[in-house]
């Protein structure tokens, strides 16, 4: 112990220490491992980074990728129970929907449907349970009446998945599919139903054994919210948002939102979401991978890539101290040599070694130091020099003057712009030679203070003022004033630019920027500046009218604030586009001026020579009385001028969407051809003003003798068409065409004179979905032609 103290206190073992802390040997070989250690640090650091941005891209691809086979594995099970349910509607004997007892036996003779769903139902047309498959004891008071996949059934008379609920029968959280089942009149006699258990249901199984990672999970929620599959069985049929909290990733996608992107779960933990919506059902598919699990390897492999380059570094270390000691042994016999020289053991001839490295150039540096001093003291006046040329070659006026304002230089620009030369100027008063009168008492204060303080109202700032020529005219300058202290006194130089040719430039710019001003408030498009924070810099007397704002009030606001937040969340992401250095245009409609309004908007960046977007020039145009004028021209582009019934394109398209009906419901339809008899003599004898009478004429009785169902179209001249929907048979194909035979016979009145006018009609019936449109409309024309060929003023059925 006593050795210890003894030890502690002797100042040549406190030394060694203090001698490592100042040793240059020390200090370098720290800063050596210092580097070595950060370059590793940071090259690890870096290829891990990227190598974590690209697993990260390759993670939240495999997620969507899988997302989008479960997404069309549930698409295709939808599809295939639809199917199932569809051809079970249409095998329904007719005792089978008298009888729930018969029901159940045809239950049970489908076994492969039966067992497709938890349960099967039917429902009379008026919305009473009649059968159950899986309880037939049911309560017959329980009605789908008023409930929207049963009305939607009725009204569309086609299948649908209803949304999620909890069933009456069962209690548990379901999906319904409906088929109807229809009578001999085309009309919903029943409505069978099949129903998902979204608890334990099979249909779900897949999505359940593809979670990935070990507490990842995929789970189903409908486009509103509603949870369909979720691990936590609890939360079926609650809303995803039920929970406090907020999830950027679940509100993108409720927003629409498809594919992966990373985000923060209420709980406060990072994930990979990834989403796809179903084709068939307006489902939407999700996963979550948590963030800890995705990038556990990386995150290992950064923990070892850390300890490696730290070992690297402490390797590195001790080779670099052992460099070191050799390479810097000259500089501590140099060093010995200054210590002898300094002390008087040694001559200055001792420095003078012939080492042809940095330690021989430092050894002769000091033979050179004093001849370097003269030089030092030579380049001084030299330098002096220099600054007289700079002064005298400087494009500004340059005048220094003492603390009483007496001019002590005068450069050659000076004489240039106020006409005094140096000789003139210098010793005088700089009030006298260049200061207007109008300024001298303000000029004089500032000496007196700038005397006492060296400071003043223009010291150390740029301002601009009036300077006097020496011919008694006035310059704009623009001046900038520094002071210097020497000694006890205040020197002052004043830096004085002509600033005449900017002034002249400046009020061309300012009113050039006037007639700018004046045609953007005259032209009839809102334009609007908004800077990088989406505040109004500037908007024109157009924008201010249509807002119906003071613009003392909008400049400066944010945009929501301008136009409203409604409007503000349509312009956001063509604003992002804008701002990544896009041009955007888009649509939207509002309310202004008493009135709705379709206005298109274009968004161009204001990009920079550094390619920086400082902000967006915003350019609205009123296209309302455009789009309305679009809108007539498409709808006439369908019409016949004419008659004002549907041309021959309207009648291509809604044939088309006739034969698709009657193909889906199975219900034939029929396609009268028709045209007017002798319709070229009328013409010819009365005249295409008669012939047009008699046009109008024709395709309004055709109208007021058809059905509501029915379309009457002109093809061309007096070619007409009628499609005929729901016809069951000839017999009923013919009894229309009679009508139409009948009301056309009736006594036309053209220009004020009776005529008797007939036509002729061909009737084809769709009676199998392979008869094309074409082929339909050829053998309606053929069936024409054999009507007219029996003489006219009837009618006609095609084979």
Known sequence: MQYSTLYLNDPRAMAVPLFLQRSLKFRMTGVVILLVLAATIIVTWVAMVLAERDMKFIIGDQQYALLTAAAAHLDDQLGAKRLLLAELAESVPEEARRDPRRMQDFFDEHPTVRNSFYNLVTFDRQGRLQHSARD???????????KVYFDDTMTLKAGVISAPFRSQLSGMPVVLITQPVFDRDGEVALVIAGSIDLDNSPFFDQISAQKPGKTGFMFIMTAEGILVHHPNKKRLLEHINARPGYNQATEMALEGFEGWTEATNKDGNAGIYAYKRLKSINWVLGVRFPTNEAFAPMIEMRHRAIIAATVFAAIAGAVAWAAIMVMLKPLGRLRRNIADIRNGKSAIGVLQRRRRDEIGELSTAFHVLMSERESAQEQTRDSESLIRTILERAPDAIVSSDHHGIITEWNTQAERTFGWTREQAVGRDVAELIIPPALREAHHAGIARFASSGVGPVVNTRVRLTALHRDGHEIPIELSIGALKHGEEYYATAFLHDVTERLRYEQQIAASEQRIRLIADNLPVLIAYLDQDLRFQFVNATSRHWLEIDPEQLLGKHLSEGVGQRQFEEAEPHLSTAFRGRIATYELQA?????????????????????????VYSLTHDTTRMKEIEEKLIQLARVDTLTGIANRLMFEEILQLAIGRAGRNRLPMALAYLDIDNFKAINDSLGHGAGDCVLREFASRLVGNVRITDTVARLAGDEFVIIFEQVHNREEAAQLANKIVEAVREEFTVEGRPMRVSTSIGVALFEHEH?????????????????????????ALAE
Request: charged share 25%; net charge negative.
């Open 591 to 615: 309310h202004f001026r008493g009135g709705l309004h379709t206005l298109e908007t274009t968004f161009v960046p204001d990009v920079g020579r550094d390619g920086v977007v400082a902000g």
């Open 136 to 146: 037939s004891n049911a309560e017959a008071t329980l009605s789908a009446a008023g």
């Open 771 to 795: 008869e094309s449109a074409a082929e339909l409309v050829a053998r309606a024309d053929t069936a024409l032609y054999a009507a007219k060929r029996n003489g006219r003023d009837g009618y």
